[in-house]
């Protein structure tokens, strides 16, 4: 079976002036960079635009990657700074926890078990929480548990100390479960108001 030839030998053809290897290099790399930018900014259409703008920036950077970490660890730190100035130029407003849909709140989802339908709410919870904490905090949490990305790995994308990672992740969960706490008490506030009626 033929292995299919490593990264570096599409970034040697980019850099020989053949711009076509550099299609090859989007294709494998385009899921994974715009998964990352769609968890820090919450839109599609954003997230669309802020991969268009990290390949085009890395494509006229591509001569500057030094090989020292792997070229996804470069390209990720390219999306994470265009994702993150992005989002701090649009300003946009946190939701609150009013936003988090009263009919979510009382969910009982599509699922055609009751465990299917809890498990629907649970995610969509989750969702509310994840959009709730800031750009930086999600992209951590992006970086680590749905990439699965060592700390080092984590530093070198993001520039942040290691250790300042580990702190930020924990106040990050920590922020989601309190606002998963709250929104779980206002749930049973309501259906205790509902009931008493």
């Given at each position: 079976m033929d292995k299919k030839p490593d990264i570096l030998f599409y970034i040697d053809?980019?850099?020989e002036g053949n711009a076509n290897?550099?299609?090859v290099i989007v294709e494998r790399h385009k899921n994974?960079?715009?998964n990352l930018a769609f968890r820090i900014c919450c839109n599609h259409e954003e997230a669309e635009e802020i991969s268009q703008d990290s390949f085009l920036k890395a494509y006229r950077a591509l001569g500057s990657f030094q090989?020292?970490?792997?070229f996804s660890t470069w390209l990720y730190r390219i999306v994470y700074n265009t994702a993150i100035s992005y989002v701090r130029t649009k300003k946009r407003a946190v939701l609150s926890l009013e936003d988090f849909p009263a009919d979510a709140a009382d969910f009982t989802g599509t699922g055609t078990?009751?465990?299917?339908a809890e498990n629907e709410y649970r995610r969509s919870l989750l969702n509310f929480a994840f959009q709730k904490i800031s750009d930086e905090e999600r992209s951590l949490i992006t970086l680590h548990y749905y990439e699965e990305m060592s700390t080092?790995?984590?530093s070198d994308i993001t520039g942040i100390g290691k250790s300042n990672i580990?702190?930020?992740l924990f106040r990050a969960r920590q922020k989601m479960l309190q606002i998963i706490e709250n929104t779980e008490k206002k749930k049973t506030i309501r259906y205790e108001h509902t009931e008493g009626i």
């Open positions: 053809k980019v850099l290897a550099y299609s994974r960079v715009y090989r020292k970490s792997s078990t009751e465990e299917e080092e790995e984590m580990k702190v930020k």
